[in-house]
C-alpha cells in the first residue's frame, strides 16, 4: 500500500498543486494558475478573473489564492516534504503570489501540524443550506480560531448579544446595497449557471431556491439569478449561529493573501471536526457598511471574512476547471 511520505518527488510535487485547485474561491472564480517547475510550484493570479464590480482592488482573490496556497502546504506537509515558501517573490510581476520549493532532506521545514488537514481537502464545502440549531460547543470555537492565529491572522467570533445585532442590520444593509446596483446584479448572473457542464462558477445545485421564505437575520447572498435554485428556500441564517470574523492588522496585498491561507486552515479545521461553513461577506464588501462594521465591533483589524459555522446537510462538490486550464509545467 502506497502512503502519502512515499510518494516520490515527482508526484508529490504534482498532487500538491492539484490539491490546491480545489480550493474555494469568490464565486467559485478559481482566479489562480500553477506552474511546476522541478521541484518548485510557483502560484499565480489569474487577474481575468477578478471581479471588477465586487472585488475591484483584487482583495478577494488574493484571499482565495491564499486558500489555494494553503491547500499545496497541507498536502506537501502530509507527503512529509520539507519546503521553503517565498510569497510575493518578484516585485516586476504582481501576479507571481507564491513560490514553493520542495527539498528532498536537510533544508526547509515540514509543517507537521498541518498534515492532518490534508483529508479535509476532499470533504470541505462552502453551505448555503440552513444549519441546525444546536450550538457549535465553545471549545472547537476556540479551536478554529486558534487555526487561524497560528497562520498569523485576527480572529474572533461575534459573541455580544449586541454585537450579532450590528452584524445582522449591518449584512442587511449591505445585502441591499449590493442588490441595488445593477452592474452587481449582472456580474453575478454571469458567474452563476445552471449548466451542468460548466466548471466554474456557482452552480445552482449550490444555492438555495429565492422566494421570500428564506427568513434570514444574517443574509445568505442570493445566486439564485435565474430561479434555478436546487436548495430549499427556508434558509433561516440566524443571530444565533457561530459567526467567526477572520482578517489582518494591515491592509495590504500580503496580507490579504496570508488571510487566504488562515481562512483556508479554519475551513480544514471546521471540517475536521464534521461542521461546515458559510460566507456572510456582504457587510465587508460595502464600504460604509465596513467602516461602521469596524466601529460597531470595536475592531482593531481589517475583517476579510465572516463565517457561519454549524452542522448542515451536505451539499455536492462544486466543478473546478480542468487541470490542463490551471496547471502546466515550466
Do not use: K
Not at 440552513?130 to 497560528?150: E, I, K, Y
Not at 466601529?295 to 487541470?323: D, I, K, N, S
Amino acid at each position: 500500500m502506497t502512503t502519502l511520505t512515499n510518494l516520490n518527488s515527482t508526484t508529490a510535487v504534482r498532487r500538491a498543486a492539484v490539491r490546491a485547485t480545489r480550493a474555494p474561491s469568490i464565486h467559485n472564480t478559481q482566479p489562480w494558475e500553477l506552474v511546476i517547475d522541478g521541484n518548485t510550484i510557483e502560484l499565480r493570479a489569474d487577474p481575468t478573473r477578478r471581479l471588477p464590480v465586487l472585488d475591484p482592488h483584487g482583495r478577494q482573490l488574493l484571499l482565495s489564492c491564499g486558500c489555494a496556497l494553503f491547500n499545496a502546504r497541507a498536502a506537501l506537509a502530509a507527503a512529509g516534504r520539507a519546503v521553503t515558501i517565498a510569497r510575493l517573490p518578484d516585485r516586476s510581476d504582481p501576479n507571481v503570489l507564491a513560490r514553493i520549493v520542495v527539498h528532498e532532506a536537510g533544508e526547509g521545514t515540514i509543517e507537521q501540524d498541518i498534515a492532518r488537514l490534508d483529508p479535509a481537502i476532499d470533504v470541505r464545502r462552502t453551505n448555503r443550506r440552513q444549519f441546525a440549531s444546536d450550538h457549535v460547543p465553545a471549545g472547537l470555537v476556540q479551536a478554529f480560531l486558534a487555526q487561524g492565529r497560528a497562520e498569523g491572522a485576527e480572529v474572533g467570533s461575534v459573541e455580544r448579544p449586541e454585537d450579532r445585532v450590528a452584524v445582522a442590520v449591518l449584512a442587511q444593509r449591505a445585502d441591499a446595497i449590493e442588490n441595488a446596483d445593477p452592474a452587481y446584479r449582472a456580474e453575478l448572473r454571469a458567474w452563476t449557471s445552471d449548466d451542468p457542464g460548466r466548471d466554474d462558477g456557482v452552480p445552482a445545485f449550490a444555492v438555495p431556491h429565492v422566494d421570500g421564505a428564506a427568513h434570514d437575520d444574517v443574509p445568505i447572498r442570493d445566486f439564485d439569478a435565474r430561479g434555478t435554485g436546487g436548495l430549499p428556500s427556508a434558509t433561516h441564517s440566524s443571530l444565533e449561529q457561530a459567526l467567526l470574523l477572520i482578517g489582518s492588522l494591515e491592509d495590504s496585498r500580503l496580507a490579504w493573501l496570508r488571510t487566504g491561507e488562515a481562512l483556508e486552515r479554519v475551513l480544514l479545521e471546521i471540517a475536521t471536526h464534521g461542521y461546515t461553513a458559510g460566507f456572510l461577506t456582504q457587510a465587508i464588501e460595502v464600504t460604509q457598511t465596513n467602516v461602521l462594521l469596524r466601529q460597531e465591533l470595536r475592531l482593531r483589524m481589517h475583517p476579510h471574512v465572516l463565517l457561519r459555522v454549524g452542522l448542515a446537510e451536505a451539499t455536492p462538490p462544486t466543478r473546478r476547471r480542468r487541470l490542463v486550464d490551471v496547471l502546466s509545467d515550466s
